[in-house]
């Protein structure tokens, strides 16, 4: 067990820096609810484009605007 322990501390900085590598580089991801058929016109989640933003490109946006409000 603790060697699962201490694989997954050794491996989890490593997993998340390359998740922020990717939302830096291509922060565009594809909707998850048209994603069969392309682009849907009618889809709500990504209003027809086909690409909605990643979950970590929304996080570090919603960082970013607080540290803005808040400096201000």
Same mark, same amino acid.
Not at 39 to 58: F, I, V, Y
């Given at each position: 067990?603790?060697?699962?322990?201490?694989?997954?501390?050794?491996?989890?900085?490593?997993?998340?820096?390359?998740?922020?590598?990717?939302?830096?580089?291509?922060?565009?991801?594809?909707?998850?609810?048209?994603?069969?058929?392309?682009?849907?016109?009618?889809?709500?989640?990504?209003?027809?484009?086909?690409? #909605?933003?990643?979950?970590?490109?929304?996080?570090?946006?919603?960082?970013? #605007?607080? /540290?803005?409000?808040?400096? /201000?």
């Amino acid at each position: 067990m603790a060697t699962v322990i201490a694989l997954l501390a050794v491996c989890l900085p490593f997993i998340t820096l390359s998740y922020i590598i990717v939302c830096l580089a291509w922060p565009w991801g594809r909707c998850t609810r048209c994603r069969p058929g392309g682009k849907n016109r009618t889809c709500r989640a990504c209003d027809g484009t086909g690409k #909605r933003p990643r979950l970590g490109w929304q996080l570090y946006v919603y960082a970013r #605007r607080l /540290h803005r409000d808040g400096n /201000h």
